[in-house]
């Protein structure tokens, strides 16, 4: 047998074993195969291990693009760094509540803006378990107004939590039907009645949350292919129509009061990972898929039979996993299997080369994320790709093993000066929005984190990780009320706020007035002797 018959005999079982794991892995995929554990009693069967944390981590952040976006500015007015009033604000809390009470925010109370500064000082830090489940949490997320929380798990049930007044009770549990590997996502109604999930299944299922769960609605969505699956789902702002990003390519809006398909749309070339509505017309819509590209859509100008989006945003060297709009209709991000997160303005689109490179970047890719480790090339790239219109790129976790989440922190409690994600190292990753360095690391779970979900009124989050806990996530530590520096000397009231002072109080601030002016005199004089 020569080296060439040798050779050629190698690269057929090549083949040959690369087909058969190809086949497997979709059929595992799919659900038409299910790994089944030995019948010990070890949980260490049913999970996967927690993946390295990133080798290398941006810790000079190119903030260039961001330091003079819009986003930045409007960032740091809602977390109160900065004030339309124009006066300067001191840093500390002791200072705010010092300045407070002499009057220099004249007659009203703390601005949200000033909430959130202080707020912001208590990012969740300490976790708690609050639930553990036999199998892989999948999703988990808050409702609306942060008095309920759905998780969904591999076991095929999903879990409704009552949270209101800082509990965690379980209040029901609800099989799911027609489960293929696993419940893919969930989302609530906007009034909070209902709940939609998707799985490996040619409908969307639909159920009310405070009847009995057998009474579930099955929306078919009537796909041409025959193994079909809805990744990432959502509702409209009136709860009329549901939206989803299909393993076919293809977006599709279900009208739940025509009780039919509303739309279907060819939008990627791979599978679609995420879908999202950009604010709460329900006009503009957001996907993203594997190939790479997200898409802005608008449906007052879209064609079903020739649909063309009205925008692409290109950058990314990887499937696109999860996206998150921030709200205000101009700005969204999206995590990606490249290891980034990317900050976008909707009204900044990538041109044909910046597309162009996106794709054949994806396309060089050969490298499985679900189970092979990251490529050196995308845990520490030299430079972003050409023609790349992101506003600011953050690393720091690791998106591996399944489609990894990311989202803006609540306007409310943090005037969404953060970005939090899940990870495959088993941590949630909050980055600093305006700085795009990571803020804290919180290290809690033994396998990855796929979900993360912000309470929308407190500092508290809940992760959903594949170990099949759900971690709650609340402060632990002394209030930081220290004077900092630069905020011993005190701002005073401008002449106008002073006016309006009451006599006691404008006695105090000449007099104080009056004794540091003397302070800083004997304090000259001393220097000069």
């Known amino acids: 047998m020569d080296d060439s018959d040798s050779q050629s005999r190698s690269d057929d079982s090549s083949d040959q074993e690369y087909a058969l794991t190809t086949i497997l892995q979709y059929l595992i995929r799919s659900g038409e195969v299910h790994i089944i554990s030995s019948g010990r009693d070890d949980s260490e069967d049913e999970f996967v291990a927690a993946a390295s944390p990133p080798r290398m981590r941006d810790l000079r952040p190119n903030t260039k693009e961001l330091d003079k976006s819009e986003v930045s500015l409007a960032t740091q007015q809602a977390c109160g760094l900065l004030h339309t009033s124009g006066h300067e604000r001191p840093n500390s809390i002791a200072a705010m509540i010092n300045a407070r009470e002499r009057g220099m925010f004249g007659r009203s109370s703390f601005t949200r ?114 193994r079909f699956c809805i990744f990432s789902l959502g509702f409209s702002s009136d709860g009329r129509e549901i939206l989803g990003g299909a393993n076919d390519g293809f977006l599709y809006v279900y009208d739940r009061e025509c009780n039919q398909r509303a739309l279907r749309i060819e939008g990627h070339d791979d599978d679609v990972n995420t879908v999202a509505f950009a604010d709460g017309t329900s006009q503009i819509l957001y996907s993203g898929g594997d190939d790479g590209l997200c898409k802005v859509w608008d449906r007052r100008t879209l064609n079903e039979s020739n649909p063309k989006p009205v925008g692409v945003l290109a950058g990314h060297m990887d499937g696109v996993t999860y996206i998150d709009p921030r709200g205000d209709g101009r700005h969204l991000i999206s995590n990606c299997k490249d290891q980034s997160i990317k900050l976008w303005d909707v009204r900044v689109f990538s041109g044909t080369d910046g597309q162009r490179n996106t794709r054949k970047a994806v396309s060089h890719q050969t490298w499985d994320y679900r189970w092979q480790t990251v490529p050196k090339k995308l845990s520490n790239p030299k430079k972003n790709l050409e023609g790349d219109t992101s506003v600011m790129t953050y690393r720091g976790h690791s998106v591996l093993q399944t489609l990894v989440r990311c989202h803006f922190s609540p306007e409310f409690t943090t005037g969404q000066r953060y970005i939090y994600t899940g990870c495959a190292a088993g941590r949630v990753v909050i980055y600093d929005v305006l700085t795009g360095k990571v803020h804290s690391v919180l290290s809690g779970h033994t396998a990855c984190v796929r979900d993360v979900s912000w309470h929308p009124h407190r500092l508290e989050l809940v992760s959903t990780s594949w170990d099949g806990t759900l971690g709650r996530w609340t402060y632990s530590g002394q209030m930081k009320l220290d004077m900092e520096d630069e905020d011993v000397n005190i701002i005073y009231p401008s002449d106008h706020e002073f006016r309006h002072l009451r006599r006691s109080r404008r006695i105090a601030l000449q007099r104080e007035r009056q004794q540091k002016s003397q302070e800083a005199l004997e304090q000259k004089h001393t220097t000069s002797c």
């Open 113 to 226: 803006g000033d909430c959130c500064k202080i707020t912001n000082n208590y990012i969740p830090n300490k976790m708690k378990t609050v639930a553990k489940y036999h199998s892989k949490a999948f999703c988990g997320t808050y409702s609306k107004d942060g008095n309920y929380f759905l998780s969904a798990c591999q076991d095929r049930n999903l879990r409704l939590y009552r949270t209101a007044e800082g509990k965690f009770q379980l209040l029901k549990t609800i099989q799911a039907r027609d489960v293929g590997w696993s419940i893919l996502d969930t989302a609530f109604s906007p009034d909070g009645n209902y709940i939609v999930y998707s799985s490996w299944s040619e409908c969307l299922h639909v159920c009310r949350l405070y009847e009995d769960s057998e009474n579930q609605d099955a929306l078919p969505l009537c796909p041409d292919e025959r």
